[in-house]
């Protein structure tokens, strides 16, 4: 009874001391690690102006303005809500995904003044599995560019040399697709210099 009662004991001691390092000690010191090298991803990657918090670089907005480029479409809730991110989880023999593309490729093409047979980037009519990307591909950039520098009444060219300059190559040059974060873009566009590139 004895050597049972002291392997429960020392059992014990090792859940609780084990529980100290894993659940205390570890994330406190990643944590203040995390905070002295990398303040500003750590806090959220927030954006702020005059004082207040407009937005984060990691999470895409609704922009419906013509004057700025437009993210993916969303799922997340009522659109762009960070509290229900999610995808649609409709697959490719969904009828209301077939309807759903269809109804967001024709209005895109006509807010960008495109042709009726025009190809449209997938990313402008399928939201991403989060429903939060603030990226999209630089094609769908280009094709947005021409509508952004109607509005701003600027050369297109103009807006041709910022979407170069946002966009993004692949991660350590080998993982995903170029990208452009419209966050950083459209910020840059209304002439705020500060952001983040």
Not at 53 to 81: C, K, M, N, T
Request: proline share 6%; hydrophobic share 40%.
């Amino acid at each position: 009874m004895k050597i049972w009662l002291s392997e429960l004991l020392t059992s014990f001691r090792a859940i609780i001391g084990l529980a100290v390092i894993v659940c205390g000690i570890y994330p406190a010191s990643v944590w203040l690690l995390n905070r002295a090298l990398f303040p500003a991803k750590s806090g959220g990657s927030l954006i702020q102006r005059d004082g207040r918090v407009v937005g984060s670089w990691l999470i895409a907005q609704a922009f419906v303005e013509p004057r700025y480029f437009h993210p993916r479409p969303s799922a997340a809730g009522s659109g762009y809500d960070a509290s229900r991110s999610g995808g649609t989880n409709l697959g490719p023999t969904s009828k209301t995904l077939v309807k759903t593309v269809g109804r967001r490729a024709a209005q895109y093409r006509e807010e960008n003044e495109l042709p009726q047979d025009a190809l449209v980037p997938a990313d402008a009519v399928t939201s991403s599995g989060s429903g939060l990307d603030p990226h999209i591909s630089p094609e769908n950039a280009r094709l947005q560019a021409g509508r952004v520098a109607r509005a701003r009444g600027v050369p297109e060219e103009k807006i041709l040399e910022q979407v170069k300059a946002y966009t993004e190559g692949r991660t350590l040059g080998i993982i995903g697709q170029p990208r452009v974060n419209i966050m950083k873009l459209n910020l840059a566009l209304d002439g705020v210099h500060d952001v983040g590139r």
